[in-house]
């Protein structure tokens, strides 16, 4: 007890001085479980049934090299993140409950990690609680939170390095996370950090060796994270490099690949929709900090934290792809820079902590009643998920023609070099082959349905595609309002 004394002492000190971000935390984590809870919806798509089944089939395979999809390798993504999200969905309850949750405790997490990054830049509990709230409801952060995705665990290992950055092996651990859900997006700290020593050294902080020494671990870092890709071009050779690192990276930043199109400043429209009435305070934020750097009133270390993701986000508007969830990992940044002007007020404590409470309390009011946080879901029951439950109770596989609409512009795609080789490997709703649960067929040409056709035990197409069928035997076992199911007949 007399060795455990100091320890208790510490945490009840640290508990008092964030006692507000910690009891954020609590109240963020239940309201949203209890959203999840009452209210449980199917997968949606895109996203969610691509890494949820692509766990699942990982572990079905005993594969864990890249996830999988209907038994093919899907080597646009790294292994790590789907097999989370398969390892918890072996779990006995629902597993459009337990991915999510998944997903929800690892926000909690990167909130976790970004109030402590932020409270080591500017010293004050409540200028760090205010980008934390802001961030929890913003809209595109309430969705991710709540939905299976990749980009939570990137941001977790991005803020995690950079708060464990002195621990090397935890920092390392963290960027494995990132380098495992978004791949090579993953290594943006180590390449922040090279030219934050560069800087150091250029400006006479350090000198040569040291310069040498910290290049020295990250370059060990790097190569540790980089196993993977060694090991996978070993396996594969020119079709993982083509797959993964041409399409899957490349690509997305030379073109707008996949119809992912937008106007030049679409980023910057989606950052002012997500913070409409903080954008002044966020380019003051900014300006002061950049007016601290230069007069030298703040560390260039302390610069970095403040500003760490903001070439991120130049870099961001640089891309030809338009996807608004690629601005997720942002968001934290720009509430911070907005909240950062309130430290100039640091002496008047009291005057903070009022001004800060009420910021905060503005941002509930607006997170949770405003944008209507309970009754805000992302998916619903439709036609499709009942479509695929309904071929399984009696087909054996599942020949999908798609939508016409979707078969003109995957051709006027594919005109233009826009697609890549796993475009057409989900049709209009990826969500049916977790629903299935047997082997789907998406069509994109009604030459290539017609053929194979036969091959397929049911069919699903829409009442203006009917005809397409004439090649084969058919006989229809359910009608919905958009789609016809039949059994094709032997």
Known sequence: MIYAAPIINRMKALLRTHFLAVLFGIFLLI?????????PTPFYDWDEPLYVQGGIEMIRNNYYLFPMWQGQVWMDKPPVSSLLY???AQLPIERELSTRFLALFTSIGV???????????????????IPIVATAYAPIFVQRSQVVSLDVFLLLGWFGYLVFRRQRVWATLFLFLSTQSKSLLGFYPLAIMVLFFLFEYATKKIKWAELIHELRIIIIQGLVLSL?????????GETFWQAHIVESHFRRVTASIESHFGERIFYITLLRDQMPVMVIPAIAGLLLLLWQFYKGTISHETFLLAVAFVPWFIFLNLT???????LYPV??????LASYPLTVLAKFKKTTLIFSLAVVAYLLFNGVIQHAFFTTYYSSEEEHHEVAREAKNTCESLAVLVSETTRTTYQTLDAMGLVIATTDWWGDHPSMVYYFEKPIGFFYTTDSFQKKLT????????????SYLRTAKTKILRTFPSTRLYTVLP
């Open 31 to 39: 309201t949203t479980s209890y959203k999840l809870i009452t209210h």
């Open 86 to 88: 398969g390892l918890v």
């Open 111 to 129: 909130l976790a990690l970004a109030y402590v990054l932020y409270w080591r830049v500017t010293k004050n509990p409540f200028v760090s609680l």
């Open 228 to 236: 993977w890709y060694f090991i996978a071009f070993a396996w594969y």
């Open 320 to 326: 030809k792809t338009k996807i608004a969830w690629y």
């Open 331 to 336: 968001i934290p940044q720009f509430f911070f």
């Open 455 to 466: 091959n397929y035990a049911c069919a699903s197409v829409s009442p203006d595609d009917v």
